[in-house]
């Protein structure tokens, strides 16, 4: 990824990049997926955590981070699972010290800086650190279904030691409001995952094709010489390739709602950011829902001995359906539902600190 110069796609010109905008950028994350899940996963995550830069961090230190990308080739990674026990952070001789061990860190053990998030009492705190820093471990535990190229492992804190510097404080200092401002960071992990699991639809429906094509036989009853015409195999993937062109063009929607909500800035409402979490709710539904029923109903067109482990077919599966439930879809259903029935607009979510 550092040699293709995708990196710095959505870094702005003046700091090295290619000044791409992020539905760019999310296009380009959706083709790599439809290569390979997990490396297309791991470049959405880079763009994540520049946006989660871009929004946490002030002016200067979003600048820092973002000339690391655009002229160093940095990999931004995040520790960020708002879900684990609270780590153990202490002030100390004026710097923090973090103790603890986190889960499900995508890209960090490639990363040169993370984005880190930590309970301070009963606040997030983020933090922006090297990925070498001492005290840090990478176990390499992922061991999961799918998504497994994807540096997903935990990470072990000892004694790290940060600056007060290195602490985001962007947001203590927005003029606007705080919790939609925010609330933003939630809504472009959400559309990321869209066109994760879009692109990896688009690669199952292409492997089933050139299976069906080169490899697939005629079933007896259909009186066929070539399976590519059996009227049941061309029915099945033309409809599920109408599902996720579907789910393409909604998500292209979200992806310039979601722009032109960051660049409104403080002038940012309530109601835009209700309507935008609405649109990408929709799309998320959409493309969780297709991209699960495509990787596995292509096994219906490419018969019984597609199923070979030499042909590799589940691997759109394991992917799709690993990530798919890193948050439940019926609460995104849900939020649309209480619109389409109460009118009621979503709000920004509220973490509260996990037991220990």
Known sequence: LRETGLLGLATPVEFGGAGANLPQALRIGQIV?????SIGQLLLYHYSNGVWSHILGTPAQWEQVARGVGDKGWFQGGVS????PKSDITERDGKFHINGTRTFATGASVASVLTVTVWLGERLANFQVPADRAGLRYESDWDNLGQRLTASGSVVFSDVVVDPSERLTGLDEWPGDVALRDGLRSQFSQLIFVYLYLGIAEGALAAAGDYVR???RPWPESGLADAGQDPYHLQLLGRLSAGVAAGIALADVAAVQYQAALEKGPALTAQEWGELALRISQAKSVASEISVETSTQIFQATG????ANRYGLDIFWRNVRTHSVHDPLPYRQREVGQYVINRVL??????VPPKA
Do not use: I, L, M, Q
């Not at 997926?33 to 899940?37: E, K, N, P, Q, Y």
């Not at 699972?81 to 684990?84: C, Q, T």
């Not at 979503?346 to 973490?351: A, E, G, I, L, T």
């Open 33 to 37: 997926s439809a290569a390979d899940g």
């Open 214 to 216: 080169t490899a697939g």
């Open 304 to 307: 019984a001995r597609s199923t």
């Open 346 to 351: 979503p709000k920004p979510r509220v973490f």
């Open 81 to 84: 699972n708002p879900r684990d």
